[in-house]
């Protein structure tokens, strides 16, 4: 078997169409998105004509189809343009594949097809209030009546919810079962009845990443908007992650690589002791911590990757690449603060936001902790 890791010609190109994107349209635009809070729809829209967001909807549908390593490749690059407006644009992968997973053609014609011709946003809905990783913990339910579902119940910490075209909706069909066949998908459109966006939270970082919460409230879903079976809602759910945690994983890779880069400079101008802080031992061992722990992210995500667009099972590594990269986020915006001292803690330079923008890492689409009990649960039971 080859190994290799070089790109093909194509994938430099996406990847320098994405680097140009993220330093010359979200790079400007960054701080005023983070002091406000105001959705980026303008540079998602942007996005949008350059052919960097919807990334994995088939051809069949008006996508570009693109592979996993490809998404991986334009998701670290918008991470370190602004993993906020990053976010923004990335989070509709999440609630359109479970559809490209389990929906039906005419589905996936009606709510895959509109992101072709314009910028359309979705949300993936599955988190509750009181049920995050806890699955036995949701209370949003689904009832049949006649040729409908009526759903109720609410969901929390939504990304894209007040912004978004329709929900990728998970709800409880047959309490005794649960995640083993007692939970069912729907897509809902947003301008349905009952259908509730609450608030938009204000969180300690990728502000303009808009989060909130969601009531359904006698919400009738056509039997037509059931994605796969009844039943596989959860699987489809969790299905999912195998394809969006690598992205994520690169995301944060791509804000570690921000936070090394301007951690570099500051060091190389920064004087202590009559002499750069570069030159400084100390200084050094940090940030070639930082260029390896990156180095090693990267390649776990790109395996993940590999893995899917080869057709292969990659649930743990995509976990492995998951649980490394939020960490490692999390050490080198942490480090690149201390770099740069009582500098780093001002919001006047731009450490102090890549810190905070790292530490949601560690949370979404599956905590750190989560992750860990993935890989030891596929470490012991994946072949038996």
Do not use: F, Q
């Given at each position: 078997m080859s190994v290799a890791f070089t790109l093909s010609e194509e994938q430099e190109a996406l990847r320098s169409l994405a680097h140009d994107f993220a330093a010359n349209e979200m790079r400007p635009v960054a701080p005023h998105h983070d002091r406000t809070g105001d959705y980026p729809i303008e540079v998602m829209q942007k996005a949008h004509a350059l052919g960097l967001m919807n990334t994995h909807i088939p051809a069949e549908y008006g996508g570009i189809e693109l592979g996993a390593l490809d998404g991986m490749?334009?998701?670290?690059?918008?991470?370190?343009?602004?993993?906020?407006?990053?976010t923004a644009i990335e989070a509709n992968g999440l609630a359109q594949q479970p559809v490209i997973l389990g929906g039906s053609d005419a589905l996936k014609r009606k709510y895959l097809g509109m992101f072709a011709e314009r910028c359309g946003i979705c949300a993936y809905a599955v988190t509750e209030p009181g049920a995050g990783s806890d699955v036995q913990g949701m209370k949003t339910s689904a009832v049949k009546q006649g040729d409908k579902w009526v759903i109720n119940g609410s969901k929390m910490w939504i990304t894209n919810a007040g912004h978004a075209d329709w929900y990728f909706v998970v709800a409880v069909t047959d309490p005794q079962r649960l995640a083993k066949g007692g939970m069912t998908a729907f897509v809902v459109?947003?301008?349905?009845?009952?259908?509730?966006?609450?608030?938009?939270?204000?969180?300690?970082?990728q502000r303009c990443s808009d989060t909130r919460g969601i009531t359904f409230d006698n919400v009738e879903v056509p039997e037509a908007n059931v994605v796969g079976q009844v039943g596989d809602g959860w699987k489809l759910a969790m299905a999912a992650f195998d394809y969006t945690r690598p992205s994520v994983s690169s995301?944060?890779?791509?804000?570690?690589?921000?936070?090394?880069?301007?951690?570099?400079?500051?060091a190389l101008e920064r004087k202590a002791f009559g002499v750069p802080i570069a030159q400084h031992g100390a200084i050094q061992t940090m940030l070639a911590d930082m260029a390896m722990e990156i180095e090693a992210g990267r390649l776990l995500c790109w395996k993940a990757a590999w893995l899917k667009d080869n057709g292969q099972r990659n649930t743990r590594e995509a976990a492995y690449a998951k649980a490394f990269c939020a960490d490692l986020v999390m050490k080198t915006t942490t480090n690149a603060v201390q770099i740069f001292g009582g500098y780093g803690y001002s919001n006047e330079y731009p450490v102090e936001k890549l810190m905070r923008?790292?530490?949601i890492f560690q949370i979404y689409e599956g905590t750190s902790q989560i992750q860990r009990l993935i890989i030891a649960r596929e470490m012991m039971f994946r072949n038996k």
């Open positions: 490749l334009i998701a670290e690059e918008l991470a370190w343009g602004c993993s906020g407006i990053g459109e947003k301008d349905w009845p009952g259908v509730l966006p609450g608030k938009k939270e204000y969180n300690m970082g995301a944060a890779v791509g804000v570690a690589r921000a936070a090394m880069e301007h951690a570099v400079d500051y923008d790292a530490k």
